[in-house]
């Protein structure tokens, strides 16, 4: 069945760096697009990154300059790499990725991995 298995995560002090993994099996993942989510305490689920299945790469306002969303296609992953890190950027981070027939897209998220962003 289809999985994506976050790893990565933990304490981290302001300013520091953090690489998030997501390993995807039971699906063909180099065929689509990934994507990460954060969700801090008390807020909303927000996206943060994207890569298509090209390559391409996408980035929300409050990440764009300090992440790199990217993939090793050979290893079914798709990576996170978070510099200069801040204590907004505590969440649990979520890979997720959808795909099906047209008219019935089925989305699927991991179990996320905590980031704490604290001294």
């Known amino acids: 069945q289809v999985q994506l298995v976050e790893s990565g995560g933990g304490l981290v002090q302001p300013g520091g760096s953090l690489r998030l993994s997501c390993a995807a099996s039971g699906f063909p993942s180099s065929r689509y697009g990934m994507a990460w989510d954060r969700q801090a305490p008390g807020k909303e689920r927000e996206w943060v990154a994207g890569?298509?299945?090209?390559?391409?790469?996408y980035y929300a306002d409050s990440v764009k300059g300090r992440s790199t969303i990217s993939r090793d296609n050979a290893a079914n992953t798709v990576y996170l790499q978070m510099s200069s890190l801040k204590p907004e950027d505590t969440a649990v981070y979520y890979c997720?990725?959808?795909?099906?027939?047209?008219?019935?897209?089925?989305?699927?998220w991991g179990q996320g991995t905590q980031v704490t962003v604290s001294s």
């Open positions: 997720h990725t959808g795909f099906g027939m047209p008219g019935n897209i089925r989305a699927y």
């Open positions: 890569i298509t299945s090209s390559g391409s790469t």
